[in-house]
């Protein structure tokens, strides 16, 4: 599991009789270590008989690892971990649609398998699309060559950038890589992008070139917001893979119509984000 830096992670441990399976109390404790080696114990609460909950806040980027420690009428040690990152990479579609979606799932006994499948399903959309539809919660710089990545044209040159998802903290600069001078005079392009939840994608000089051999930009980076048709991918392809399980060998079929062979990517799927696919990627 990946989340967001800052947030609260709640985790849970259930105490059970290694024989009967039945639900007990224990003594339990519990150690968090975060990412740079330094630990705490947080507070731990007996929900229930044989359940226990706790949680803390992932105040670094990194892997936060955790210990039960069990004792009492049940002896065990119990380890998770969860990676921390900023920001987490989204996932474009729930959990409760998934399960609409994968034939009306009620039980939540399934629900590890069907979030591995919905966090598989959205990676491979931004790796067939060559972006990502999420932004940055942080502003971080990124250096772009103006050498064979502008246009030029008679209103100004225009630079073609990674995706932008907002204007909130844009900062743009000429320079060589060492040296750099902020400017103000360029435009947002595609114009009104933002607005039709796109990102902006390349940055115009106002009658003016880029005259430098490198363009620094501080920003957002990603996409503004998950597009309807990204997240309806999404479902199928998390659908696809969860069930995939029942056809191991690539073979899926019944008796009605038959056994077929499993395509590589789902048609349906390939249509609704084929727009979105930078062009030269997959």
């Known amino acids: 599991m990946i989340i967001d830096l800052g947030d609260a992670h709640s985790i849970r441990l259930e105490v059970r009789n290694p024989i009967t399976q039945a639900l007990l109390n224990a003594t339990v404790t519990l150690t ?18 044989g359940i226990y909950d ?41 959990l409760s649609d998934l399960k609409l979606a994968a034939g009306e799932i009620a039980e939540s006994t399934r629900d590890g398998l069907l979030e591995i499948a ?31 990545t502008t246009v030029c044209a008679v209103d100004g040159d225009l630079l073609f950038i990674d995706d932008l998802s907002s204007t909130t903290s ?33 940055l115009r000089r106002k009658l003016f070139y880029w005259t430098t051999t490198r363009v620094r930009v501080t920003g957002l ?15 199928l392809q998390a659908s696809r893979l969860f069930n995939r399980r029942k056809s191991p ?13 499993v395509t590589r990517v789902d048609p349906d799927v390939a249509s609704l984000i084929q727009p979105y ?5 997959g």
Do not use: H
Request: hydrophobic fraction near 40%; include cysteine; aromatic fraction near 10%.
């Open 221 to 235: 980076w990603g996409w503004p917001g998950v597009p309807d048709e990204v997240s309806q991918a999404c479902l």
């Open 32 to 49: 968090v270590t975060a990412p740079a080696g330094t630990t705490s114990n947080p507070s731990v609460t007996n929900t229930s008989t």
């Open 118 to 148: 919905l966090a598989a399903a959205s990676r491979s959309i931004d790796k067939y699309c060559g972006r990502r539809f999420y932004a940055d919660k942080t502003a971080t710089a990124r250096q772009f060559r103006t050498d064979g």
């Open 277 to 281: 696919q930078i062009m030269g990627v």
């Open 249 to 261: 060998e690539g073979i899926t079929g019944n008796s009605e119509w038959g056994l077929v062979r």
């Open 170 to 202: 844009l900062v743009v600069e000429t320079g060589d890589g060492t040296t750099w001078s902020a400017v103000t005079d360029y435009l947002t392009e595609p114009v009104n992008a933002l607005a039709r939840n796109w990102p902006i994608t390349a």
């Open 54 to 94: 706790a949680s803390f806040t992932a105040n670094a980027v990194g892997t936060w690892r955790w210990l039960w420690a069990v004792t009492g009428t049940v002896t065990d040690n119990v380890y998770g971990d969860v990676q921390v990152q900023d920001p987490a990479p989204s996932i474009y579609a729930s």
